[in-house]
């Protein structure tokens, strides 16, 4: 089973995917996601390499991987490979370890976050 695929019941009764909580949380989209897994997958990439293996364009790929290097889910280091001009990075995801970690830190925060501005708008 594809994990996108995997649905959680919320208290609502409303079904809610991965991908929808990682979006409300983090804004990302489904190609943040799919060059996400795909990292998560494999040693590292370049932005040539996820282009190629998602059919996406490199603009698409430059800013799901800055932005992902920016959430802290993927590291980006200089090719070592890189010769002159604008230089190459080599994407490489987090450990799954440090992404469940930091996930599980990141929607416990909203979680506090939510309750203290509930907790105020009672005693309003």
Do not use: W
């Amino acid at each position: 089973m594809e994990i996108e695929n995997v649905k959680i019941r919320l208290p609502s009764g409303k079904e809610a995917s991965l991908i929808d909580a990682l979006s409300f949380c983090y804004d990302i989209s489904d190609t943040d996601f799919q060059v996400l897994r795909v990292l998560m997958k494999g040693t590292g990439r370049t932005e040539d390499d996820l282009s190629a293996m998602l059919h996406l364009s490199k603009a698409s790929i430059n800013r799901s991987v800055n932005k992902l290097a920016s959430l802290g889910f993927v590291d980006r280091e200089k090719d070592p490979n890189s010769k002159g001009g604008r230089p190459r990075f080599i994407y490489t995801a987090v450990s799954y370890e440090r992404l469940v970690n930091k996930i599980s830190k990141d929607f416990q925060y909203c979680a506090d976050l939510f309750s203290s501005s509930f907790n105020k708008e009672l005693i309003k």
